[in-house]
């Protein structure tokens, strides 16, 4: 049976729309609160942090209420990205983590994302048992008097993430003498994206830090990369970060200005764990997954399996067939040595450990030609349109004049009120007319 609020990354939409408002987050928070008490751990602990929405201020209050009505002790962390709050949940030894954030979607909408005591994102067979308590008259999950939570809020939260993100390079792992320009979105990672890096003696260009809870992601962060581009170029830097609103996304820019996007993020880091001997058993991409990188790995050897869009099920086929490195284009990138989750900071860690010695980013990340690849995004008013007949003939024809010289992908956005049509080919012309005849009968 399909979920009723949860999409492929959390609980999403407009704020102060039927599900994103105070009473639905109540009523989320006596729900998922209500569930992990039921798992008979010693704590009740839940740990919030957020983004930098201004209607963060308004949903945060009502979700610390239902935890609190349902016996769960809270702490509040303010914003954080989102791999700090499951990075703190585990360390804390907390029942569970809640970011509030619609990640790198505009300002007006927001959402949550939930976390486990292990620090992973939530199974569909979990989020499904705490949308059945969402739905329960509410009286029957309240706590007695002398069994409400308490409500505290924890001040370090950026500090302990800048901590454990350094506990995994050596000691001696600096940046001195590298110029990094740093985008944060005016989000999650505004903080910690700069602290981080001045830390380790980079000279740090930081952009998308001046948040004023309505500019989050607005022409900055992951989905604007030009931003980075224009600054790299400008400051004559070494390499660009860009992140996204919950900084769970990075995009990456070379000293040529070149975008890199998550393929190619993936690509070399996958090339230099194998030379290291540190990859294991291969590599998880997803549906979206540029056919290039899938030839590159046939190259050198390398297992590929694609998943379903959305890192949870990216992180899910990586545990099953026991691999250490998965992630999207967009720039969700999971490395299973050290994160449970996308983590755009630990990301460009993990790169810049292999610039340390002097290396060019542009040779770092040159692995593979893209195949030329187009995605367009239709608004829809539902997301029924994808079933309809004349939409589904039009991918059946498509499909039928591409075979043979690339791929067709349709399919709902999880997130947002949009229908996904992507292609692949060689054959550019080709290509324009599979999509376009697909996008016209979707409008």
């Known amino acids: 049976m399909a979920k009723k609020y949860f999409g492929t990354d959390g609980i999403r939409g407009a704020i102060n729309s039927r599900n994103i408002n105070g009473d639905m987050f109540f009523k989320f928070g006596l729900a998922s609160g209500t569930y992990f008490k039921s798992q008979k751990k010693r704590k009740q602990i839940a740990i919030i942090a957020k983004d930098t929405r201004l209607s963060g201020y308004a949903l945060e209050p009502a979700l610390v209420s239902g935890l609190a009505s349902a016996g769960m002790h809270v702490y509040t962390l303010g914003p954080l990205p989102t791999n700090g709050l499951a990075m703190l949940t585990k360390a804390m030894k907390a029942n569970m983590g809640i970011m509030i954030t619609a990640s790198h979607n505009p300002h007006f909408d927001n959402g949550l994302k939930l976390f486990g005591p292990d620090g992973m ?97 607005k022409n900055c962060g992951s989905t604007f990369p030009n931003k980075i581009k224009s600054a790299v170029k400008k400051h004559k830097a070494h390499v660009g970060i860009s992140l996204d609103g919950d900084a769970d996304r990075i995009i990456m ?37 540029n056919y290039g990188l899938e030839k590159f790995f046939k190259k050198e050897k390398i297992r590929f399996i694609r998943s379903n869009v959305g890192d949870r099920y990216v992180k899910e086929k990586m545990q099953k067939n026991k691999f250490n490195l998965g992630g999207e284009q967009s720039g969700h990138i999971i490395l299973g040595k050290f994160a449970t989750t996308g983590d755009g900071l630990l990301v460009a860690l993990e790169c810049l450990f292999a610039l340390r010695k002097g290396k060019k980013a542009s040779e770092f990340f040159d692995k593979f030609k893209k195949t030329p690849q187009i995605l367009i995004n239709v608004n829809v008013k539902d997301r029924s349109a994808i079933n309809k007949h004349e939409v589904k003939q039009s991918i059946k024809v498509a499909e039928k004049l591409i075979k043979g010289h690339g791929r067709i992908l349709v399919r709902n956005s999880g997130t947002e009120l949009k229908i996904r049509v992507m292609g692949e080919s060689e054959n550019k012309n080709l290509l324009s007319k599979c999509i376009n005849l697909i996008t016209k009968k979707i409008k």
């Open 253 to 289: 820019c070379d000293e040529k200005s070149n975008i890199i996007d998550g393929d190619q993020i993936i690509a070399a880091l996958a090339s230099r764990w194998k030379s290291k001997k540190m990859l294991k058993g291969g590599v998880i991409g997803t549906l979206m997954s």
């Open 121 to 217: 994102k939530l199974s569909d067979k979990i989020e499904k048992r705490i949308e059945s308590l969402i739905d329960k008259k509410i009286s029957k999950n309240l706590s007695i008097p002398e069994k409400l939570g308490r409500v505290k809020r924890l001040e370090s939260g950026t500090k302990d993430y800048i901590k454990i993100l350094k506990k995994n390079f050596t000691k001696e792992f600096n940046l001195r003498g590298l110029r990094i320009v740093i985008d944060c979105a005016n989000g999650a990672g505004y903080k910690a994206g700069p602290e981080l890096l001045k830390s380790l003696g980079a000279k740090v260009i930081a952009i998308g830090v001046q948040p004023n809870g309505l500019n989050i992601n």
